[in-house]
């Protein structure tokens, strides 16, 4: 008899893989160590990609996604590299995904259908405080469980897989996500951040409700056509029974421009809540309410604790944490070596909260030189590891106060409000992005020569993101007169040109 594979000696493949996707394949496998089963994931490696960049991406993912501690995000216990193949080793999830029970029962009751949604909004919440965006998210990435739980599987694995560059877009059209699924800057600007997570939801919503995908069309780039510039038919044309104010926080799910959509998963959470009643049985799925379930039991403990709304807002509230920050002590640039030390292994959490301990303004002068300089690499580490909330506010400090120190228009100044832009880019605030880099455009051109590479780059950044607000004309007008001054300087084959005309290109998506 053949020997089942093992990985690290530890844990062992069944002979065959569980399923296989356009992002790689689920083993079976057993963990000899703890003696449990577990699901293992692979990833599928096309051949012209730089693995060295792909492992560094996948590294990076899977730690921010195993620090995401949520009932409904499967635990992850490892992870490794078996013949250049990088695998995520995770609890095993046993269930039903929607894609496949909708395939059975064509569509869900209104009640399941936001029972599911606002599980997905409570996962969300949490992966969006720890920048964590899935940018893949459908209805077969969201698995029922027989006690009626809801898992969302595959965070993070495609920013590991990088599946959100415009050169996947243009060049191969595979890769980018599912077009029936993707928000409009996905399509247009290879560009994804929470409230592209929310696109998403509504398309997932709307198809659990109808039993129909919001747009369809007989190639990838037909719908992704239709994402950017048709408004979809409302659901209550395909199922009049559901509610007018479901119909509603749909419908601002699925508006095009980011900003046009709510605020946060926390917004649409609440919007659900009222119409997860009813549920019902799912017939060979679920366990009868009858039998005995753990987690059903954890959430009726906490439901009766919270009905009373006395103990919500007294006895359960938690004091107030009046505790003094605690102050790492020892040597400012031993605490700099190790937090670089720390983001080089893509521990940026680690990293991020030994530099900012040594930062508190009560202890430390803020304007000193080599503070500054530590607040800087704290910001930059902030920003590595996907904290842009926290990363914005830090650059915008370190604006004014490197401006103080070398002038408005030095270039860590530059540096640090081209930071700022892209944390507002990447957390969907486009307008915002989109003037701060045009104020800063101005002060480049008018420091640097125009054609030097710093305000060349801004500029296709700006015509990126008006790409994603949606905002074609500008866009293309950015991007063209760019394009000619790249020409005049370059050559067709250097590399700025390609990621212009790759932006270009997503134009004719209309």
């Known amino acids: 008899m053949t020997e089942r594979k093992a990985l690290k ?19 079976v496998g057993h963990d000899v160590e703890l003696d449990r089963e577990v699901a ?20 990076r993912e899977s ?22 193949r990088p695998y995520l080793v995770m609890q095993r999830v046993r269930g039903m995904s929607v894609s496949d029970l909708l395939a059975v029962h064509h ?27 899935h940018r893949d998210l459908k209805p077969a990435n969201l698995m029922l469980e027989p006690d009626g739980t809801v898992k969302v599987l595959d965070f993070g694995l495609a920013a590991a897989l990088g599946v959100t560059d415009t050169s ?25 951040g929470p409230r592209t997570d929310l696109y998403s939801l509504g398309c997932s919503l709307y198809e659990m409700l109808t039993g129909r995908h919001v747009f369809t069309g007989p190639t990838s780039y037909a719908v992704m056509n239709k994402q950017v510039d048709q408004l979809p038919t409302a659901a209550r044309e395909h199922r009049p029974e559901i509610p007018f104010a479901l119909n509603t926080v749909l419908n601002g799910l699925l508006e095009k421009k980011p900003e046009n959509r709510p605020d946060s998963a926390q917004v ?8 997860v ?26 439901n009766k604790a919270f009905d009373d709304d006395s ?5 359960l509230t938690a004091a107030p944490n009046t505790a003094a920050p605690d102050i790492i002590s020892g040597d400012l640039d031993e605490a700099r070596a190790a937090a670089s030390e720390l983001a080089t292994q893509a521990r940026f959490k680690e990293a991020a909260q030994l530099l900012g301990a040594m930062l508190d303004p009560d202890v430390v002068d803020l304007l000193d030189p080599e503070v500054v300089n530590a607040r800087l690499e704290w910001a930059n580490i902030l920003f590595e590891g996907g904290d842009y909330h926290a990363a914005a506010p830090a650059y915008q400090a370190l604006i004014a106060d490197l401006a103080a120190r070398s002038g408005p228009d030095s270039e860590l100044v530059f540096r640090c409000r081209a930071q700022y832009a892209e944390c507002q880019a990447m957390l969907g605030n486009m307008t915002v992005a989109i003037e701060t880099a045009q104020r800063l455009l101005a002060d480049e051109q008018r420091v640097y020569h125009p054609t030097d590479p710093r305000p060349f780059e801004l500029r296709r950044k700006v015509g990126q993101w008006q790409l994603a607000a949606g905002q074609r004309d500008e866009a293309e007008q950015t991007l063209r007169t760019l394009l000619d001054d790249l020409l005049r300087k370059y050559s067709e084959t250097h590399p700025a040109v390609a990621k212009v005309r790759d932006l270009l290109a997503s134009l004719t998506i209309r």
């Open 63 to 84: 730690r921010i996604t195993a620090r995401l501690q949520h009932p409904g995000v499967p635990a992850v216990f490892d992870v490794g590299t078996d013949e250049g």
């Open 9 to 27: 000696g530890r844990y062992e493949l069944e002979r065959l893989p569980l399923a296989r996707g356009g992002m790689g394949e689920v083993w």
């Open 168 to 192: 996947t877009i243009t060049r191969s059209g595979q890769g980018i996500g599912t077009p029936a699924y993707m928000a409009p800057e996905q399509v247009l600007a290879a560009m994804s």
């Open 40 to 59: 293992v994931k692979f990833l599928r490696v096309q051949e012209e990609v730089d693995r060295d960049e792909l492992t560094r991406r996948f590294v």
């Open 107 to 133: 569509q869900l009751s209104i009640g399941w259908s936001a029972a599911i949604a606002a599980q997905v909004c409570s996962v969300l919440v949490e992966a969006h405080q720890a920048s964590l965006v």
């Open 277 to 302: 009643r009813d549920v019902g049985s799912i017939p060979s799925l679920l366990n009868p309410p009858t039998d005995l379930s753990p987690v059903r039991m954890y959430a009726a403990v906490l």
């Open 311 to 315: 103990a919500s807002a007294g006895a």
């Open 268 to 275: 649409v959470y609440e919007q659900l809540l009222p119409f």
